[in-house]
């Protein structure tokens, strides 16, 4: 089976610029993560999505981080404006269900420097 | 709050020598717990998963892992590392509400 998509790969923005990240789970599974990977540290949920509602966001700031599901198929994850400590790798997992006992699959990430 | 520690940020082995990766976890009730590979330039790889049942859970690579609940531990194990296993290790705990927590990882290097 395919794995989970992510695009682009890297990229490189000035602070106070926009940027989004664009994730396509693996075909079937209803939950989608997306996570904030911070140099030296473990993945960081920010956003849950089961299908196209928002189950967990307590980790999100709000006032520049937005995320949607459209759908209830591909995500894309916004940053708007950008600070110099969004500087990490952004992660997309998806799972059969929302449950622990459910295995998350991992994309390969998206790096992004802030200048 | 539930919390997940690796207290070894890097580790060096020699290849062919064995292996043993540390996960202290906290979490009042019964955790699921997992373990996860991650090599440079890409995503996490599941290595084992602990839910229930026999405390030794064995995985991908030749990788096992015993749950201690006296401990409150779940250290990672493997009797012969190969220079492919050199990766950053990520242990991490799921609660009863379906959340995940991940420890901040160690890394691991092999010596020819």
């Known amino acids: 089976e395919a794995g989970v998509a992510q695009s682009p790969r890297y990229k490189i923005i000035e602070k106070r610029q926009s940027v989004a990240f664009w994730c396509n789970p693996i075909s079937g599974h209803a939950t989608l993560y997306w996570y904030q990977q911070i140099l030296g540290q473990g993945p960081k949920l920010l956003i849950q999505f089961q299908n196209n509602g928002v189950v967990d966001d307590s980790q999100l700031p709000k006032d520049r981080f937005s995320a949607e599901r459209l759908k209830g198929v591909d995500s894309t994850l916004k940053i708007q404006p950008a600070k110099l400590e969004d500087s990490a790798v952004y992660l997309c997992a998806s799972s059969l269900g929302p449950d622990r006992n459910q295995p998350q699959h991992f994309g390969d990430g998206t790096r992004l420097s802030i200048l | 709050a539930q919390s997940v520690t690796q207290p070894d940020i890097h580790i060096t082995v020699s290849e062919g020598a064995s292996l043993e990766l540390r996960c202290n976890y906290s979490?009042?009730?019964?955790?699921?717990l997992f373990w996860y590979v991650q090599s440079p330039g890409q995503g996490l790889q599941l290595l084992l998963k602990?839910?229930?049942?026999?405390?030794l859970v064995q995985g991908i690579k030749g990788f096992e892992a015993e749950f201690k609940r006296s401990q409150s531990s779940f250290n990672l194990r493997k009797p012969s590392v190969h220079w492919s296993d050199a990766a950053e290790y990520f242990c991490?705990?799921?609660?009863?509400?379906?959340?995940?927590?991940f420890g901040s990882g160690t890394k691991l290097n092999v010596k020819p």
């Open positions: 979490y009042g009730a019964t955790p699921y």
């Open positions: 991490a705990v799921g609660d009863n509400f379906n959340k995940f927590y």
């Open positions: 602990y839910f229930s049942g026999d405390t």
